[in-house]
C-alpha cells in the first residue's frame, strides 16, 4: 500500500502541474508520471508477446505473426495475475493506481471546462469507469483521424519507450477546418514516462501515422474513462470487463 500510495501521490502531482492547451482541442501534456525508478521497474516487467492478445474495436488492425498490429493486456488483477511474480508485483502497484478514484478526479479536475462544455453544470458528477490497457504497437499499425466515441469521457495515453529515439511515433493532434477537412496541428512526443491527455469531445480530432519498421515495439497505456452514468453504461462495462477476463482465462487454458 505504501508503494501504490507513492506512486499515485506523484502520479496526481504530475497531473496538477502539467501544461494545459487549448489548440487545436483542449488538452494536457503530461512529463514524469511515474517516478524514475518504477518507471524503469515497468519497463523491465513489460510482459512478452504471447501474453497479450489482439485487440479489437472499430479501427481493424492488421494481422502479424503475433496477433497484431496492435495488440494488449487489461491491466487489471484479473488479468496480470497471469504473469511472473516479478512482473506481476509491479503491474500490481500500476493497476491500483491507474484504478484509483484519485486519479480520476485529478483528470476530472484539469479537464474540467471541456467537461462542462460536453455535460453542463452536472459534470462533476457524471460516473466514468476507467479501463486501462497496456498496448503494444509494432510496425504498419496506424490509425485514422478520429475524435473517440461518445462513451467515453475521457482518453489519456502514457507512452513507455526506453529512449527519445521513437519520438516522431507520438499521436498527432488535428483541426478541423471550415471546409470539412482537417490540419495537422501537433504531435506528441513519443518520448519516455510521457503523455496526454483530453476530454472527449465534438472537437477531439486525433491519428497516429504508419508505424515503420525501424520501430520494434510503440508500447503505451491507454487508460480511458468510459461513462459510467446510466443503467446501461454500467451494465455494459462491467459485462464487458467479465467477457474480456473469460476470453482470457481461456486463452490462458490453451498455452
Known amino acids: ?37 518504477i518507471y524503469a521497474a ?51 502497484v500500476i493497476s491500483r493506481v491507474l484504478c484509483s478514484p484519485e486519479l480520476g478526479e485529478a483528470f476530472r479536475r484539469r479537464l474540467a471546462k471541456p467537461l462542462e462544455q460536453r455535460f453542463g453544470a452536472a459534470w462533476r458528477d457524471v460516473g466514468v469507469y476507467p479501463i486501462p490497457v497496456l498496448t503494444r504497437d509494432v510496425a504498419d499499425y496506424e490509425i485514422g483521424i478520429h475524435s473517440d466515441t461518445k462513451s467515453k469521457g475521457m482518453t489519456i495515453q502514457l507512452y513507455l519507450p526506453r529512449d527519445r529515439s521513437t519520438e516522431h511515433i507520438g499521436t498527432v493532434f488535428h483541426a478541423k477546418r471550415a471546409d470539412g477537412n482537417y490540419e495537422r ?17 465534438d472537437d477531439s480530432y486525433h491519428s497516429v501515422d504508419r508505424v515503420g519498421p525501424e520501430v ?40
Open 42 to 92: 515497468m519497463l523491465e516487467a513489460m510482459p512478452v508477446p504471447s501474453d497479450y492478445r489482439r485487440m479489437s474495436g472499430r479501427t481493424k488492425y492488421t494481422r502479424t505473426d503475433e496477433g497484431g498490429t496492435r495488440t494488449k493486456i487489461d491491466v487489471f488483477p484479473e488479468y496480470i495475475r497471469h504473469l511472473p511474480a516479478h512482473k506481476k508485483a509491479i503491474w500490481r
Open 185 to 201: 496541428a501537433y504531435r506528441m512526443p513519443f518520448a519516455p514516462n510521457t503523455g496526454y491527455a483530453f476530454a472527449v469531445g
Open 216 to 255: 520494434r515495439t510503440r508500447d503505451s497505456i491507454l487508460l480511458t474513462y468510459f461513462l459510467d452514468n446510466t443503467a446501461v453504461y454500467r451494465t455494459k462495462n462491467r459485462l464487458k470487463r467479465l467477457a474480456n477476463f473469460l476470453l482470457n482465462e481461456m486463452r490462458q487454458l490453451g498455452r
Open 1 to 37: 500500500m505504501e508503494q501504490v500510495n507513492r506512486v499515485l501521490q506523484h502520479a496526481v502531482r504530475t497531473i496538477e502541474t502539467s501544461e494545459a492547451h487549448e489548440t487545436p482541442f483542449c488538452h494536457l501534456r503530461l512529463s514524469g508520471v511515474f517516478p524514475a525508478d
